[in-house]
């Protein structure tokens, strides 16, 4: 018995329960075998999903349910001895990776400074989130609305809508980072009204002024948690002669970096472990709160130069309604000590850190995905 798709899923929501154990669906072989027959029907099933597709981390957002996946954007890839690649672990797994693959495995972040470096890893990281949300068998073809760094060229935001494509999407939706991150955040963004946000991210720092649903300034810079790293494996290696990991560096950056000094953890120090330049053997070493703050002033100088920019350039009413409301931080970057604190100083405004710093681009991605109105008004089109 063959029945027209549409008239399947009639069917079975008539006789309720799994279309695989359903008599009708047993009948017809062809249904079993053919899985171009489904497709009809998988399109209906897709689930639209958000993703922040960022340098250090990628978040999913699923419609309906929320927040399912937030991992490294890292692959690992093993290659044979023809030289043909195969995609072996994505995310956390392929993250404890980094720094300890063998010769045939290569641990890649494949976005750097923002955008993206490796399309063909980049396309294999989106098809596993998109299978991580839509379930390993399902050909589900979803609607995505994907946040990309607002200062990209055309010629980018149309690698990361043919990424996604190629990953599986159907239709493909590209919001402004800061602007996601401001919706995520709570911010007023429709009103007529100046809301200034400041993300810092793995690879971008993006501040930018945000009112009637438009981004009216922005300033995007490359320095954020990935050169804040740089700083410190450059600090250890010119000074104390060790060589260490993107790993350990980022270790310290959390455990002990700071942005603006604290009285009380000035002394805290932290044992780190790396190779010896000089004898070439592995060694350990002890550095301080202090000493990693003044290693990684270059860049923290940079995100405030970026900020000091972007104010001197606020058209004169909106810098009216900055003064007032102040700036909102966001991105991981935002999570460094003190750097709230530092901005505060310089800029003389107030400063606060969104509730949910690493998850608000995902989020507001999320909210527009979820109000069309809203999401015509924001998404680019490429
Ligand atoms: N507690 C912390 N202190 C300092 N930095 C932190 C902290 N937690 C996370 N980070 C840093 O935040 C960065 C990741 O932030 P986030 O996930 O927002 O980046 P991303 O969205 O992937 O990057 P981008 O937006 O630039 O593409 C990393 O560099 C990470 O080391
Ligand atoms: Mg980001």
């Known amino acids: 018995m063959r029945l027209d ?6 069917l079975t929501g008539i006789l309720g329960g799994s279309i695989r154990k359903n008599p009708i669906f047993l009948l017809s072989s062809k249904y079993v075998k053919g899985q171009c027959m489904f497709n009809p029907i998988l399109h209906f099933m897709a689930k639209d999903l958000a993703i922040d597709l960022g340098t250090a981390n990628t978040l999913v957002y699923v419609k309906g349910k929320g927040i399912i996946a937030d991992e490294p954007s890292v692959v690992a890839v093993h290659r ?5 690649k195969k995609v072996i672990a994505v995310g956390n797994d392929a993250k404890n990776m980094l720094g300890k693959t063998p ?13 993206i470096a490796d399309f063909e890893i980049t396309e294999a990281m989106l098809k596993y989130f998109i299978q991580k949300a839509n379930g390993r068998k399902s050909r589900a073809r979803p609607r995505i609305v994907i946040s990309v760094p607002s200062c990209i060229t055309p010629v980018e935001k149309r690698a990361v809508k043919e990424s996604a494509e190629s990953g599986g999407a159907k239709e493909v939706y590209l919001i402004e980072q800061p602007m996601a991150a401001a919706i995520g955040a709570g911010l007023p963004i429709t009103e007529p009204n100046g809301s200034m946000i400041v993300d810092i991210g793995g690879g971008t720092t993006e501040v ?3 009112s009637l649903a438009g981004i009216v300034y922005c300033n995007s810079v490359k320095a954020a948690g990935d050169k804040i790293d740089l700083a410190i494996i450059q600090y250890i290696k010119r000074k104390h002669n060790l060589l260490i990991g993107e790993r350990t560096a980022e270790m310290i950056k959390i455990n002990l970096g700071s942005a603006y000094p604290d009285p009380d953890e000035e002394r805290i120090t932290m044992e780190i472990k790396g190779r010896d330049l000089v004898g070439g053997t592995p060694n350990t070493l002890e550095v301080s709160s202090a000493e990693i703050r003044q290693a990684i002033s270059d860049p923290v100088k940079a995100i405030v130069e970026a900020i000091r920019i972007a ?3 606020t ?8 003064v007032d409301k102040g700036i909102v931080m966001s991105g991981g970057g935002a999570m460094l000590k003190n750097i709230d604190v530092l901005i505060k100083e310089t800029s003389r405004l107030p400063v606060s850190v969104a509730g949910n710093p690493t998850t608000a681009v995902c989020e507001g991605a999320g909210k527009a995905l979820d109000e069309v109105k809203l999401l015509r008004e924001i998404a680019s089109y490429i």
Do not use: F, K, T
């Not at 044979?80 to 043909?84: K, L, P, T, V």
């Open 5 to 10: 798709p549409v008239a399947r899923v009639l």
């Open 80 to 84: 044979d001895s023809r030289g043909a």
């Open 103 to 115: 010769g045939n495995i290569d641990a890649i972040r494949p976005l750097r400074d923002g955008v």
């Open 208 to 210: 930018a002024v945000i």
């Open 311 to 313: 104010l001197e350039r």
């Open 315 to 322: 058209p004169p009413e909106l810098a009216g309604d900055i």
